[in-house]
Every structure is written in C-alpha cells, then in structure tokens.
C-alpha cells in the first residue's frame, strides 16, 4: 500500500467512519447467525478494530502492516480470532470477521471517489490489499489456537491417567504410561500416597514398562516419589526397566540409590509377596488347561 | 560428511519436547539404528531440549541426517538466545543445576552420543550439537 493511498483511506475512514461501522455490523450479523455469539459483542469487536484502523492510518508506518503503528490492530484481530478459534468457529467464518469489511469500504471510497476513476481504482487496490492482509493475520492466529488445542488434547491423551490398582494385600502397583515429566506426574505421585495411606500397603511397584524415555526428569519424579513412599511407610519397587533404559540411565550418571528394581512386574509381584510372607507355587491337583498359579501361604 | 535431509523442529511448550522425541525417534528409524543407539539420542535430545525451554527460554532444533562415506547418523543443533552459559565448564559438571534438576543432563548427554559441542557465553545465548553414528 502507498503513502499516498493509505493517506486518502485514512480520510475515508475519518470521514465515513460510522457509515462504514453500520454497514459492517451489519454484515457480520447477517453472516454468523450463530447463538454463541452477541450482537453486541460483534459491534463491539468491529467498533474497536476500526478505530484501531483509524488510528494506524493516520500516522508515521501507515503503509505497512509490520509496523508498531498497526500492533494495536494485529493484537485485536488476534484476539478476536482467537476467542472464535476457542469457540469452534470454522477458518472461514473466523476470516469472515475482518473480510466482510471488505464491501462497507469498497462503498465507501467509492462515494468518495466520484468520478475519478484512476482514485477509485487506486484505493480500491489498496483496501484489497490491507484486508487480504489482515486475513493472512488473522488466520495465522486461527491456526496457531487450533494447534495449541490440538497440542494439549495430545498431551491429555499421552498423560492419561494412572491409575493405582491393588494386587493383593498390602500390594500395591501404578502402571504408568506416557511421559512422566510434566504436573501430570505430581497428581500420579499424590494419588499413590494418597491410596497407600487407604490401603495400609506396605509395598508399591512402580512399572514403568510404558514410558518410553527415561530422562533425568524423569528419573527425579521417580525418585521423589519412592522417598515420599518410604515416609509414607512403603517401600517401592521399580519394574518394567528394559535392558536399552538401564544402559541409557547409567550414561546418564542417575544412581537409583538402594531402590529395588525388577525387569519386569511379575517378578517384582513376586519380591512383594515374599516381603509379606507369601509365594506363588503351582498347586498339585490343577494340571488341567484351567490350570494356574495362585498366591498362597506358604 | 554430507548432510542428506534436515528440518527445524520449534521448542516453545512443554509439548515440543515430546515432539522433539517423536521426531529424533522416527529419523533414526529411518535410518535403521538400532534401539539402543536410538534410546540414547532421544534421551539426549531430551535433556537438550528441556535446556533450551527451560533456561534458554525457548529456541529451536535443527535435525540433520548425515552420511560420511558408509557411515549414518543424525545431528542435532540446539539453538536459544537466551541469558546463555557464563561457566560452560561448571554447568557440565555432573550434580550442578542452577534449577532444581539433577544437574546430570549436560554432563549425561555427553556420555550418551558420539559428538558433543557447545557454545555458549553470559548474554550471548547457546547452541549445542550432538551427533550419534548408527553403530556397524
Ligand atoms: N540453554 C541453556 N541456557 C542457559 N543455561 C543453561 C542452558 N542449558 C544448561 N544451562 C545451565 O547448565 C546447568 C546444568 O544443566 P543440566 O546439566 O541439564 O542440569 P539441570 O537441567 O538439572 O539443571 C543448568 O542448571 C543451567 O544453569
Ligand atoms: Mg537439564
């Protein structure tokens, strides 16, 4: 956009201002017939931005975009395409926000131009190109929303939750799965003492066969959590290391101190049981297809 | 040493570091390292990228494929501009954290790859590269 042609927009907009706010309330309500959002809101939004615009055309930096003087206009329409990415609004009726601009200016350099057709010409150019601009922005503020919802409900899914499932009396095991280093670990962390504390158990095995890479974040959330155990009373077990973790954990230099770990959650099953006196034996009398290992006393 | 492919991967948010892993995983695959070799670098790159979210506030990733002669392997360059390393040779030693880590991370995944480079000074933000050859 020239100078010249962000100068007689900016008369434009002074002179046509209300007109051309009227016009796209308008507009904007007859295109989002959707109940989630007001009309006073959107004369509100609209209100806002083209003052904004107003302003930005009316100073030092008015033909570009990048520049401060239009940071005030780039932060509303980020805003506003951000609160309808939030609301599940499609790319297009997002974009419709600032495009249905589009026609209540084209009317209205149109009415100033009179019969200069070149003027005309010029600041129809012009208003194309700032709104296809503005678009641009606020669909890149769209996407980005729509990626970061989409990150986090990854993130959800990858943190589900681990739940503390009782083996047998006293016997306590927490299967995690995923990552293990953000806030999610401290809620997995309380929930087990919480549930030691319930169950009076005495020992928890911690089995880490679903998590994929062991860090040194990771390795101090398991740390910290067979500490607070141990105040809690219990000793824990750590099961489910594969041999390519171990190595990784020595590289590492993190020293998993006196804490008793398992290849794999049966064998750590079996060092819980033996704490408690118990062992799994094969009895005599059932050699059928049915035919299992039971916990009994020995 | 020829870099074959490459990509810049963001690291802005806790959930770019899973993503950090995701992508150093699927590369080695590609280039059929073993698990081992694969478990040690996803690690590493863990520890770095962490680094740079943490203390770097934020930076990027710049993964690269390598081959030199019949040899494969991945390079990963960290990069941040943030308040960067005033004691580089403190930083790496093992147990020293100026957070509330282990301190192990600097110090682990120099033992974890094959190349370890670091650059970094008080104001001047950091870049470290590592590499890991599929082992023959
Ligand atoms: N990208 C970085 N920018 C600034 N400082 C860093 C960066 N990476 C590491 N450091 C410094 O090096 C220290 C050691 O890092 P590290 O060995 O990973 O241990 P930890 O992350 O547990 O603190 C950090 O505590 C921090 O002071
Ligand atoms: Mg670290």
Not at chain 1, 223 to 229: E, G, R
């Amino acid at each position: 956009m020239s100078d010249l042609s962000s100068s007689n927009l900016s008369r434009v907009l002074h002179a046509r201002f209300d007109e051309i706010l009227a016009a796209w309330v308008s507009q904007q309500v007859a295109a989002t017939r959707r109940a989630s959002i007001a009309e006073s809101d959107v004369r509100a939004q609209c209100g806002e931005l083209l003052d904004a615009m107003r302003k930005a055309l009316g100073g030092p930096g008015r033909d570009d975009i990048q520049t401060p003087a239009w940071g005030g206009v780039r932060e509303l329409l980020q805003r506003v395409s951000f609160s309808r990415a939030q609301q599940g609004f499609s790319p297009s009726e997002t974009a419709t926000f600032i495009l249905s601009l589009k026609r209540p200016l084209f009317e209205a350099v149109r009415a100033d131009s009179g019969n200069n057709a070149e003027a005309l010409a010029d600041a129809t150019w012009a208003v194309t190109e700032l709104l296809d601009q503005l678009a641009l922005i606020s669909m890149e503020a769209y996407m980005r929303t729509r990626e970061e919802l989409i990150a986090r409900q990854q993130q959800d899914m990858l943190e589900l939750s681990t739940p503390v499932v009782k083996l047998w009396e006293g016997v306590l095991a927490l299967p995690m799965i995923g990552t293990l280093d953000s806030s999610r670990t401290q809620v997995v962390m309380e929930n087990l003492l919480q549930r030691i504390v319930e169950t009076g158990s005495d020992v928890a095995i911690l089995d880490i066969t679903g998590v994929p890479t062991v860090d040194t974040l990771t390795a101090q959330h398991l740390i910290k959590t067979v500490t607070a155990a141990r105040l809690m009373g219990a000793e824990c077990i750590i099961s489910g290391i594969r041999p390519q973790i171990a190595q990784t954990i020595v590289h590492l230099g993190v020293d998993l101190g006196d804490v008793v770990t398992k290849a794999t959650l049966a064998d750590a099953f079996k060092v819980a049981l033996a704490r408690s006196g118990l062992a799994v034996t094969r009895m005599k009398s059932a050699q059928g297809p049915m035919g299992s290992t039971s916990p009994s006393a020995r | 040493m020829l870099t074959t492919r490459s990509e810049t991967v963001q690291i802005r948010q806790t959930s770019d570091i899973v993503n950090v892993r995701q992508v150093v995983r699927s590369w080695c695959l590609a280039i059929g390292m073993g698990l081992v070799d694969l478990t040690k670098i996803v690690t590493a790159a863990s520890e770095i990228a962490r680094n740079t979210l943490d203390y770097g506030r934020g930076g990027t990733m710049l993964i690269e494929e390598l081959r030199d002669g019949i040899r494969a392997g991945v390079r990963l360059t960290f990069v941040d501009e943030g308040p960067g390393i005033p004691d580089i040779a403190r930083a790496m030693t093992d147990g020293y954290t100026s957070g509330g880590g282990m301190g192990l991370g600097l110090g682990g995944t120099k033992r974890l790859v094959d190349d370890f480079t670091i650059d970094s000074a008080a104001g001047a933000g950091t870049r470290i590269a590592i590499i890991k050859w599929k082992s023959r």
